[in-house]
């Protein structure tokens, strides 16, 4: 089983729509959650935080369940500019160091 | 935020010869640098940490030898692409982390000719 999965897309919305974004991850100690987005030929961008109790910002909801081990992004109200890969991102805490782990990516696509 | 600048941001070489490509931590001294690469429609796999001072540790499957990484100082660490072949074309990209967010460089797109 792969460290992080992600639904493997692509999401093909029309714009104004609402698309979800579903992520698991296999290391039950696993520390830091976040989402990131990638541009095509561009390096990947925080988008921000997924915390336990959940988060929002703006149009984009987090969430996490620690217990399921399950990891979700809801985007409301889609805009073209919102066309770019998103990443899931498990961060695991060693002794002596940090490990990142990304997700394969879910491709969106934001139709006019 | 945290910075990292990464350059070459794209580098175009003949088969046999060796690419270096450098990251430099702007703001704050960074003891470790993670190095992504990244093939065309397919996720950032890591393949090595490096660490100032010591050597850097590498995923399996990836050759030391063949990627050979220096973290001389705090703020630099360098990634050098040997005898590359059209195969080790890619995307190869740097991060450091700070409160467990990752900041990234902003890439090098190596193509093998």
């Known amino acids: 089983r792969k460290e992080v999965e992600q639904d493997p897309g692509p999401f093909n919305v029309p714009e104004g729509a609402t698309v979800a974004f579903n992520c698991t991850y296999s290391n039950s100690a696993s520390q830091s959650f976040f989402w990131y987005r990638q541009d095509c030929r561009k390096e990947p961008k925080l988008l921000m935080s997924?915390?336990?109790s959940g988060n929002e910002d703006g149009r984009f909801t987090a969430q996490l369940n620690r217990a399921s081990q399950y990891i979700s992004l809801l985007i409301r109200d889609s805009k073209l500019s919102d066309s770019a890969t998103y990443l899931c991102?498990?961060?695991?805490?060693?002794?002596?160091?940090?490990?990142?782990?990304f997700g394969p990516g879910t491709s969106l696509s934001v139709i006019p | 935020g945290a910075v990292v600048s990464q350059h070459p941001s794209w580098v175009i070489c003949k088969s046999g010869t060796s690419v270096k490509i450098e990251c430099r931590s702007l703001d704050f001294q960074a003891t470790t640098m993670f190095w992504y690469r990244q093939f065309p429609k397919q996720s950032l796999m890591l393949m090595a940490t490096?660490?100032?001072?010591?050597?850097?540790?590498?995923e399996q499957g990836v050759e030391k030898d063949k990627f050979l990484i220096n973290h001389a100082s705090l703020t630099l660490s360098t990634l050098t692409v040997t005898s590359a072949h059209p195969e080790d074309s890619s995307f190869y990209i740097c991060?450091?982390?700070?409160?467990?967010?990752?900041?990234f460089g902003q890439g090098t797109r190596l193509t093998v000719v």
């Open positions: 991102v498990v961060n695991e805490r060693k002794t002596s160091y940090d490990k990142v782990i």
């Open positions: 997924v915390y336990s």
């Open positions: 490096s660490n100032e001072g010591s050597k850097a540790t590498y």
């Open positions: 991060s450091k982390l700070r409160d467990l967010r990752a900041f």
